[in-house]
Each structure stands twice: as structure tokens, then as C-alpha cells.
């Protein structure tokens, strides 16, 4: 437990490019193994966009990152912060280190930007993907990253998180987002199974259905608990599930990015729950 603390203590950047390059790649191969749906795209085109957002998530974090560096060292040094105060043995700090990053950096982060519409506005990009897969995880318009990035900074400021847990996290993050966005189908009972501790790809995909009440469940995005606590958990069969939103069913706007950053800025729509053609084969 030590020696990996001490290893996210000092991670470097390469490592770290290295984490979300190989998750991409671990997932993308098995997307082409055990597909949950075949869709009928070009993969590495339906990649690009999500590729671009996904760099520009990368330099946003790099850049602002010598704030939470700055906010753990000081939660660390006034011993401020729920694992400050509680000063549990090693193991049980990094759990719920974890979990508390997870419930205030991700869970909330998300649940918030559904409720405000401003928010939304920004979300809405990770959203108008008609094709998940591994590559849509860090779809984040520049706005949603600082956005997310100022939310991970309020958890660590809450939890007291000393730099090695927040490593450890985000790093945990990325791999686990690019696995539940993963086109991939794994036995239902096993993905039935690890969704009562972590979110499964078949939960969030009933959080990218294109229309409501879908849309606002399932916000987890390391663990299950989350949902289950809040009562934002939902089911609903893959056969059933339609990708996008129903305000933006335009396919090849959704995989423009100079129409993606503007989006934000177009005005909001209401949802209109009308159907529109799956690009599903
Ligand atoms: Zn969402």
C-alpha cells in the first residue's frame, strides 16, 4: 500500500500519458473482440473528434494542476479535511479518499452540470456522441474540463487528500471511464455483478440514452454507490438504448469540432423526447 502511494507520489507525466494512452488502446482492442453494438462507423474518424477533446482535457489539467498541488500541500500542512481529521490506518484512508474524490470530483461535478443549464450548455458535447465507445470517456469541451477541474479542486480540499490518493485517483478515473464508455459486452450477470461496486458498462450506458429521465441516472463514474445512495440509479435493456440527445440529433454536426466549441454558446433547447434515426446497424 506504501510503496504505491509513494509511487503516485511522484508520478511522472509519462506515466500518467502512458495510463490513458494504454487504457484507449487495452479497450479499443477489445471493442473489436466483444462489441456491444456493430455500429456502422469509421473508427478512427468517430475517434478524432473525441481525440481532440480529449488533448485539450490533457493541457487544461496540466496547466491548472499546480493548483491542487498547492491546495493538498496546504489541506496537508493545516491538517484540514475529512482525512486529516480522521487519521485512519493507511488502507482505509485510500479508499475513502478515493471514494469521497469520486462522490465531490465526479459524481457531483456531474449531477450539478445536468441541473444547471449553463452547465449543461458545456456537458451537452460529452453527450451529442452518437457512437460510444472507449474514445467518447474524455469528450469534454474546454469548459467542462475547468469546470470538472474546479470540482476536483473543492474534493480535495474537502477530503484532505495528500497528492499521492489524488494521483492514485484520477488516474483510477481514466481508466475506468474509458472502460464503462467501452463499446464492449460483457456477460450480463458479471456486468451486473461489478455494478454493485462499480459503475459497469451497461450502467452508464443508460446515462448516454438520448432522451429523459435516461439521461439523468447513472452519473457514478468510478463507484455504483453514489447512484444507489442518491436514487439516480436506472436500468434499461442495451436492445433499448439509442446514443446522443434528443435535442441535437444532427450526426455529423455532433462530430464537428469547430460546431462543438460553439455549441455552448448556441442557446439552450429544451428536451423534446422526439425520436430520431439510430445510427445503429
Ligand atoms: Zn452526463
Do not use: C
Amino acid at each position: 500500500m506504501e510503496s504505491i502511494i509513494n509511487y503516485f507520489e511522484t508520478i511522472p507525466s509519462s506515466h500518467r500519458s502512458l495510463i490513458l494512452v494504454g487504457g484507449i488502446t487495452f479497450f479499443w482492442l477489445i471493442e473489436y473482440a466483444m462489441p456491444l453494438f456493430k455500429f456502422n462507423y469509421k473508427k478512427f474518424k468517430h475517434a478524432w473528434p473525441n481525440i481532440f477533446f480529449t488533448l485539450t482535457t490533457i493541457i487544461i489539467n496540466f496547466v491548472l494542476a499546480f493548483i491542487l498541488l498547492k491546495t493538498s500541500d496546504w489541506t496537508v500542512a493545516n491538517q484540514f479535511g475529512v482525512l486529516q481529521w480522521l487519521a485512519l490506518p493507511l488502507w482505509v484512508t485510500i479508499i475513502l479518499g478515493i471514494a469521497l474524490l469520486d462522490l465531490i470530483g465526479a459524481w457531483l461535478a456531474h449531477y450539478v452540470q445536468h441541473i444547471v443549464k449553463p452547465l449543461w450548455m458545456f456537458h451537452l458535447i460529452h453527450h451529442t456522441d452518437n457512437h460510444v465507445d472507449t474514445t467518447t470517456a474524455n469528450r469534454h469541451h474546454p469548459g467542462e474540463s475547468v469546470i470538472r477541474f474546479l470540482f476536483t479542486t473543492l474534493a480535495v480540499f474537502i477530503v484532505g487528500a495528500p497528492i499521492g490518493i489524488i494521483m492514485l485517483y484520477q488516474s483510477l478515473s481514466v481508466v475506468l471511464s474509458q472502460f464503462n464508455h467501452a463499446n464492449i459486452s460483457l456477460p450480463k450477470k458479471v456486468d451486473d455483478m461489478i455494478s454493485w461496486i462499480i459503475v459497469s458498462p451497461d450502467m452508464h450506458k443508460v446515462h448516454h440514452h438520448y432522451v429523459l429521465p435516461y439521461t439523468d441516472t447513472n452519473y457514478g463514474n468510478i463507484f455504483s454507490i453514489w447512484d444507489r445512495i442518491f436514487g439516480t440509479f436506472a436500468k434499461i435493456r442495451n436492445e433499448d438504448l439509442i446514443y446522443g440527445v434528443d435535442t441535437y440529433p444532427d450526426v455529423d454536426s455532433n462530430a464537428n469540432v469547430g460546431k462543438l466549441l460553439k455549441l455552448p454558446f448556441s442557446g439552450y433547447r429544451a428536451p423534446t423526447g422526439a425520436k430520431f434515426e439510430s445510427e445503429k446497424s
